[in-house]
Each structure stands twice: as structure tokens, then as C-alpha cells.
């Protein structure tokens, strides 16, 4: 029986299908809500929020070249597709791109942030 090892995150465009792989060292995530607490008369505190769950990942792209750092910039505020080492699948966008040296000076590591959009899928 053969087993497939996915080592590689794949980055695409959602708009033209463009892509991006590297190897990857894994990822953060993090779940919240939008909410606040206001403060109304006599000083009773209540919480409000908006329905809705937002997801953050963070993902590092390892070991690439300034041409594909340079190709992320250019992708910042658009709708991308990840595809991490597990084969999950996520649609968001991220807003920046920290870029971080290598003893190799031909070499980077790419960490983003990636922000959960709603897609809908065949539409």
C-alpha cells in the first residue's frame, strides 16, 4: 500500500491560480469572536458581540528565494488558498509578510498571517 508524505505548503491565488510551494515548518492558530464590553447606566458592564467565529494561522514558508518573497508581496489583501503538510485546506487573506534572513544569503524564511474569509465553493 503506498503512503503519501506531504512535507510542503502550497500557497494559490483564488483569482488566476497562481502558486507557491515551500516546505513548511508547521503553523499557530487562533479562534475568536469580535466582541466588546460596554459600560451603560449606573455602571452595569455587558457584553456585545457579532455572530461569527474568526480563524488566524499562521503559516512559514522555509528556505525560498527573494523571487517568491517578492511574488507574496504582490499577492498582500488578495484571496489565497492554503494547503498544508496535513492536506487541510484553507481560504483567507493575509496583509503582510515577514521576511527573515538565512545564514545562506540566497535563502528566507516568509511567515504570514493568514485571515479566514467565508467561500463558497462551486459558486
Do not use: C
Amino acid at each position: 500500500m503506498a503512503t503519501l508524505t506531504l512535507t510542503k505548503l502550497w500557497l494559490n491565488r483564488m483569482d488566476g491560480g497562481a502558486a507557491v510551494s515551500a516546505q513548511s515548518s508547521g503553523r499557530a492558530r487562533a479562534h475568536d469572536m469580535f466582541g466588546e464590553v460596554r459600560t451603560y447606566a449606573g455602571g452595569r458592564q455587558r457584553s456585545r458581540t457579532v455572530a461569527g467565529e474568526r480563524g488566524q494561522f499562521t503559516f512559514r514558508l522555509e528556505d525560498v528565494t527573494l523571487t517568491t518573497i517578492d511574488l507574496l508581496r504582490t499577492w498582500i489583501g488578495r484571496d489565497v488558498q492554503v494547503r498544508d503538510h496535513r492536506g487541510q485546506r484553507f481560504f483567507g487573506v493575509f496583509f503582510g509578510v515577514n521576511i527573515i534572513e538565512r545564514k545562506d544569503p540566497t535563502l528566507y524564511v516568509a511567515e504570514f498571517i493568514l485571515r479566514t474569509v467565508t467561500v463558497v465553493e462551486g459558486a
